[in-house]
Every structure is written in C-alpha cells, then in structure tokens.
C-alpha cells in the first residue's frame, strides 16, 4: 500500500433548507454520496441509534466515516470513542464545545481528552473551529506551542474570517496558517473571503479566494506526507452547509448548487493530492 487520500461528504452539506420544504431521506442522500463516488460521509457521532443506522447503510456502499463530537468536559468523549470503535470510524472529529479564558483551562481539557484517545487505536483530531476553544487563531497557536504533538483538524475557513487577512494575505499571516496546516491530520473544506466562512465556489470573482485555499491545502498535504505512515490515509471532507453558512438570495434560497459545488470540490482535491503525490515521487526519485 502507500499514503492515499479519501474525500468525504458531510451529511450536514446535504441539507437543503429550501424553502420547497423538501429534505432528502438519510438513505437518499448516502446513496447519493455513494454513487458519485466519495470515499466516505462525516456525521454526528453522539447517538447510538443513530451512527448504528448510518454504519448499515456505510456499509452497503462500502464508505468510510467520520464522527463529529462536541463535548464540554473530558467525560463527554468517553461514549464517543466507545461508539467509534464499536461501529468502525475511520476517526474522530472533537469540536471542544468550550471556550476557556485561559490557556491552563484548555490544556486541562485537552490532557484529560488525550488520556482517553490513549486508550483506543482510532485517531482523534481537534477542530479549528468558530465558537470553540479554537475560535481565535493564536489561542490555538498558544495551544501548539505548549502541546506540539496536538493533532488538529484543520477547518481553516474559520481563521481567515476570524482574522478577517486583508488581501493579499501577508507573508506573516500565511506562516501562521502554514504553522496549523502543520498540526492538521485531517481537513474539512470550504472557501471563505475575508468577510464570509462560505463563498460560492463556481462564481468567477471568487476564484481569488479560491486559489488561496487551494495553495494552503496543498502546502497541508505536503506536511501531511512528510509526518504521516507510508500506509496512512488522509481525509478531506467536502463540507459546503446549508443556509445560514451558504449565501442565499431574495427568494431565501442558495445562489448555488451546493451539491454541484462539492463534486467541483471534490474533484480539485483529487486533482490537488496527485500533484502533490507525484511532486514526492520526483523529489524521492532525484535523491
């Protein structure tokens, strides 16, 4: 075997929120996934009942899967991990749903949740998220410096609009991004501005934005290969949410498809990870 990619689809992306009213069965929308060719799905890992009926249908397609989690306390992740392993995650999404004044708070947290990861075999990545412990850029900066081994997911829409970078973004600015690419084992993907976590992906004035996250996601995939196993896999999930994320125009409706959008997405991440991997393969062939 070698390193390979796999590219999920949130099951939160295919919500609709029209104002039709009309949502997609959970089979549906797996079938969907499936049939157009994702490696997996991302979903809430919380109930039983719930990631048991999602693992059946996983199974009859032949997915992988992330779990999502938000606990406030170091107990909360004790049935996640269970559920996980029981139902064979691929791994662990922690959104840590708290937001410590201090640095001594959220490495408390953080100890107390590595102690529990110690004990299964499924990876557990930390999100960067808004409205989380890492809601702020340097706070989860801070947190690195103090814990270098700390495994993030990298989710870095949230860092551009929390930092609102002014375009171009700085040299300054791109290290810092680079130094949480850096930390990232897994990604969750979507293209921010400045001024909004979500922009359209198709719409030629954003390509810009575009182009931005592109080059941090292949400079993630980069550093991924280089501290990752030879038989390792990373995930990169499409994850393009409904409304209030997505822009919607007067009708209360999104401006895009966002479906067609995540198989656009979908399809450059694919095309990214074989530049990159052919990129390794020169550079081992040249030594």
Known sequence: MA?????????????????????????????????????????????????????????TYGLAAEGQCFPTTVDDLQPVL????????????????????????ALALLDGWQRLVEQVEIPVYIETHRDRMTTDLYFTLDLLDAR????????????????EFAWPVSEENHALMHRIL????????????????Q?????APHRKWVDLFLDWWRYGFRSWRKRAGADDTLTFTCELGPQPYAIIGPDGNDTTDRWRESLLMRD???ELWQEVEKESARESAAV
């Open 199 to 203: 922009i359209e992906l198709s719409f």
């Open 148 to 163: 270098p081994d700390l495994k993030l997911l990298g989710d870095i829409s949230h860092y551009l609009v929390g930092r």
């Open 82 to 105: 269970e559920l996980a392993t029981e139902f064979g995650l691929h791994h662990v999404d922690l959104q840590p749903d708290v937001r410590p004044r201090t640095q001594r708070e």
């Open 3 to 59: 390193q390979r990619l796999l590219v999920f689809q949130s099951l939160w992306s295919m919500e609709r929120r029209h104002t039709d009213g009309y949502e997609r069965t959970l089979e549906e929308n797996v079938r969907m996934i499936a049939e157009a060719g994702f490696d997996g799905v991302s979903a809430h890992c919380t109930k039983r009942e719930d990631v048991k009926r999602l693992a059946e249908l996983r199974k």
């Open 182 to 197: 850096d930390a990232s084992w897994a990604f969750h993907g979507r293209v921010a501005s400045r001024e909004q976590v």
């Open 268 to 270: 450059w991440i694919r």
